[in-house]
């Protein structure tokens, strides 16, 4: 059973722009916070970016200022908008929703190549 359905796979040149959403039923979105994660080649997946219910982020330091997250509690989606996008964002992002159960979506590749 698919709990969280992500879009936005794309491929971007450095200095681009990508939006990435996750949906989510209303059970499971009203009781998470709700992040990103990705994995690159080769390397540990890594926290990107989380929400939490009352809307208050976080980002980790290699995305902050360039990175933004944000939810809309209407559509039970949550975003991640992407700029200045370099080389090595290049990864599969992971949608996540924290709450008494742990989900994790199936990924998406963002690849930033010219």
């Known amino acids: 059973q698919v709990h969280l359905v992500e879009s936005g796979v794309g491929l971007v040149q450095p200095g681009g722009s990508l939006r990435l959403s996750c949906a989510a039923s209303?059970?499971?979105?009203?009781?998470?916070?709700m992040g990103w994660s990705r994995q690159a080649p080769g390397k540990q997946r890594e926290l990107v970016a989380y929400?939490?219910?009352?809307?208050?982020?976080y980002y980790s330091p290699s995305v902050k200022g360039r990175f933004t997250i944000s939810r809309d509690n209407a559509k039970n989606t949550v975003y991640l908008q992407m700029n200045s996008l370099k080389p090595e964002d290049t990864a599969v992002y992971y949608c996540?929703?924290?709450?008494?159960?742990?989900?994790w979506g199936q990924g998406t590749q963002v690849t930033v190549s010219s």
């Open positions: 996540t929703a924290d709450g008494p159960v742990h989900y």
């Open positions: 929400i939490t219910r009352s809307e208050v982020p």
């Open positions: 209303y059970s499971i979105f009203s009781g998470s916070t």
